[in-house]
């Protein structure tokens, strides 16, 4: 059986109404193979994009679109291991998408 995600785009629809991401430092927590992060990225300041599984990250940085390069930086990691210098630490926005 195949799964189409959201082909009809509400989550992106419904993502995009309840966050405003201009200029917004974003983590996304559960960021899997980006499906989600390409969405939304362009908007932002920055987004930090951790998965626990480094294959999917692998897959998210192959795909990631050129001009998003400066702005998504993908991490295989997960939530309890995830550490930056407190100054660095401070996120406008977090999303959770699949990820509980």
């Excluded at 629809?13 to 989600?36: P, T």
């Excluded at 998003?68 to 993908?74: G, S």
Aim: proline content about 5%; hydrophobic content about 40%; overall charge negative.
């Amino acid at each position: 059986m195949s799964l189409i995600e959201d082909p009809q785009g509400n989550e992106t629809i419904a993502l995009l109404e309840l966050v405003d991401f201009a200029g917004k430092r974003v983590l996304e927590i559960g960021c899997g193979d980006g499906r989600l992060t390409y969405r939304y990225a362009e908007k932002t300041a920055q987004v930090i994009a951790i998965d626990p599984d480094s294959s999917e990250i692998e897959l998210a940085k192959q795909e990631l679109p050129e001009n998003l390069e400066h702005k998504v930086k993908f991490l295989a990691t997960d939530i309890e291991d995830y550490e930056l210098p407190p100054e660095k630490a401070k996120f406008d926005v977090a999303i959770f998408a699949w990820s509980l």
